[in-house]
């Protein structure tokens, strides 16, 4: 797999999506990759729109070689660097929509569960974050049920979408349980005493879980069309 993989399939074959905060959301993180996350979003934090581009332009041509994708989480800053992609946490209406950085980038945004599902169907948005995926009682109802109305690696495929919000390598094989097949990390890996390698626990078991998953060998296939 290289950068020449369409980003429709490099999408759709991501497993950990790694959210760096504003402080580390540096050319650096694109390390991470190296160790299973396949989607980086660059926090703004109070950064200016010209610094935060550079930052992504300079990860972007890091990873050029691999499937890694880099996302803005500004629409301003996704304009500025050309980003293949562009997440939006709670987006607001636009009543001219939203003005795309390059023909094929794809956007994305966070969801509260199933019932939100439509806010996925593109225009533009193509991929959620669902969450919070785990709360004090557990691993969310909200995951379940998305899993069951939107399988993760059923065909036709549906929207992609990431379990989100307190997925650590201490719960992550709950969310799988559930029917999750792609997390979305951030306050677990940083806070761990080596980010990298609890980056890398995560991945190795949802790596596992597609594994195991009888529709997983079908999806991948159909995703490379």
């Known amino acids: 797999m290289t950068a020449l993989v369409p980003l429709t399939t490099r999408l759709r074959t991501a497993r950990v999506a790694v959210v760096l905060p504003p402080e580390l959301a540096v050319p650096e993180a694109a390390d991470f990759a190296a160790h299973g996350a396949d989607l980086l979003i660059f926090s703004q934090g109070k950064r200016g729109n010209e610094e935060t581009a550079e930052a992504i332009k300079v990860a972007r041509n890091r990873l050029f070689s691999l499937p890694t994708l880099v996302a803005a989480d500004d629409l301003a800053v996704g304009l500025a660097c050309g980003a293949d992609v562009v997440f939006l946490k709670r987006p607001g209406w636009r009543p001219f929509g939203y003005p795309r950085p390059h023909e094929f980038s794809m956007f994305g945004r966070s969801i509260d569960g199933a019932g939100d599902v439509d806010e996925l169907q593109g225009d533009p948005f193509v991929f959620g974050f669902v969450g919070p995926a785990i709360t004090r009682d557990g691993v969310n109802d909200s995951i379940v049920e998305m899993a069951g109305k939107v399988p993760p690696l059923g065909l036709p495929s549906g929207p992609v979408w990431f379990a989100a919000g307190g997925v650590s390598s201490a719960n992550v094989a709950d969310v799988l349980a559930a ?21 890398r626990a995560i ?23």
């Open 179 to 199: 029917g999750a097949r792609r997390v979305t990390v951030s306050t677990a890996i940083f806070e761990a005493a080596d980010p990298f390698a609890e980056t």
């Open 203 to 225: 991945a190795d078991a949802v790596k596992a879980a597609w594994t195991e998953d009888p529709a997983a060998e079908t999806y991948t296939r159909d995703a490379f069309g």
